[in-house]
């Protein structure tokens, strides 16, 4: 069996937008993404590491534990051996508490990354490969959790961009979200569970694409 792990906030914990509730496994789209690669005759474990407020290196002022860097080195060792390790964080970086624009939450992600490759992994392992997935764009944020993201959108601006070039420069694969499914309108930030199951799919699509799992 082969392992993946989605190392990821709310969008991805699947959180039922403006609620505090959360989607079964089933539903959201780390879930649709084992389904279908066991469709396709990968024998893989999709492994969630996902949780609600993470964001890349920065601490939120509220909520302890919400900084993605921390303790990530040793998330990959407890779960290797990995064959691909997905990141699709920034999202929270645009809150309001912070004055985020899309190249610091890209160099976020730029450390995540260089914290995958320097993990102290079992000698004989080997570094998984690294898929960046841009998250939606925040759009009029609103509900339970919609004055948190106040001016998000102009924040988050080019921030699929940016990743992009991250993503080229450190030589990880690389999938845009914003390309594949949209935000839901309920509260602009989340996904509604019908989008879970397309990114779900264009996920294992593409990580069948780039071989990057053993396949029959």
Known sequence: MENILVYSDSVSWG????????MDFHLRWPGVLERSLKEKGS??????????GRKTVWEDPFREGRRGVDG????IEMHSPLKCVLLMLGTNDFQDT??????MAAQGVAKLVSVIRQAP???GMSIPKILIIAPLAINNPKGIIGHKFAGAEQRCKDFPGELEKVSRELGTHYLDANTLVKVSDIDGIHLDEDQHMVLGQAVADYLQKIKVL???
């Not at 959180?15 to 959360?22: F, G, H, L, N, S």
């Not at 990530?72 to 998330?75: K, M, N």
């Open 98 to 103: 912070h004055d985020n624009k899309a190249w």
């Open 214 to 216: 053993s396949w029959p």
């Open 121 to 123: 992994i079992e000698p």
């Open 43 to 52: 024998d893989v474990r999709v492994i969630e590491n996902c949780l609600n």
């Open 15 to 22: 959180v039922i937008p403006d609620t505090r509730k959360r």
């Open 72 to 75: 990530l080195a040793q998330v």
